[in-house]
């Protein structure tokens, strides 16, 4: 499987960052925060390539969010 960068969306953010569960919902990651709060408690989310489980965690641009769906992995990069 090809890891290529260009391949990910970027989702621009209005501020310099933005919470991660907030960012999932925006980037069309996740449906609501509910599902939000799930996909992260269960492990699904990674923070540039790492597991992360705080959903307050901050993003800045650059970072990149993937989330292990049951269709496979969709990513977006911070904007």
């Known amino acids: ?15 310099d960052v933005i919470r991660l569960g907030q960012f999932l919902k925006l980037a069309d990651l996740a449906k609501d925060g509910a599902q939000a709060r799930d996909l992260i408690a269960d492990g699904e989310v990674r923070v540039n390539g ?5 959903r307050g965690r901050q ?15 969709e990513a977006a990069q911070v904007g």
């Open 1 to 15: 499987m090809s890891n290529s960068e260009s391949a990910v969306p970027e989702v621009p953010i209005r501020d």
């Open 50 to 54: 790492e597991v992360e489980t705080r």
């Open 59 to 73: 993003l800045v641009r650059g970072d990149v969010v993937s989330v292990l769906m049951p269709a496979g992995e």
